[in-house]
């Protein structure tokens, strides 16, 4: 549905730390999917279990967290100059299965409650349609003070 360019324009993240390659599936202010490909290139699987590379449970949940500020800005028209939607609070989060290179990990998120400008999700990851991970996250809204001329 939407390709890296949108993603770009919606997440204020870039490579390596860019964990969105694709927009499935978009509904504004209700859900999101995206689906992240996961590569042995990635630089972190030179050192989480060399040997048996497992995608690190903070990845998984970033992954989750990029694809909230996806939804919660492309919702609200486009990622602002000077605002980002960051991670505030993980409720709760269970990781059932690793991910591993190979994996295509498709990660729903479902907004369960807007107050303000801030926000409550729950998010599932998911390979193959098995769940992986799953959790409740909230965000908020960080502005960046205007540039002092000088």
Do not use: W
């Amino acid at each position: 549905m939407f390709d890296i360019q949108e993603i770009m324009k919606n997440v204020p993240h870039r490579y390596p730390f860019l964990l969105i390659d694709r927009v499935i599936e978009f509904t504004p202010n209700q859900s999101v999917t995206v689906l992240k490909n996961v590569s042995i290139n990635e630089a972190q699987f030179q050192g989480h279990f060399p040997n048996q590379p497992i995608l690190p449970g903070v990845y998984v949940i970033e992954n989750m967290a990029q694809a909230s500020c996806f939804l919660l800005a492309k919702s609200a028209g486009g990622l602002k100059e000077g605002t980002t939607y960051v991670l505030g609070k993980v409720v709760k989060c269970t990781f059932l299965h690793p991910v591993v290179p190979g994996d295509q990990l498709i990660t729903t998120v479902s907004v369960e409650k807007l107050f303000g400008e801030s926000a409550a999700v729950t998010a599932r990851a998911a390979v193959n349609d098995k769940t992986v991970a799953k959790g409740e996250l909230m965000f908020g809204i960080r502005r960046s003070p205007p540039p002092v001329a000088g």
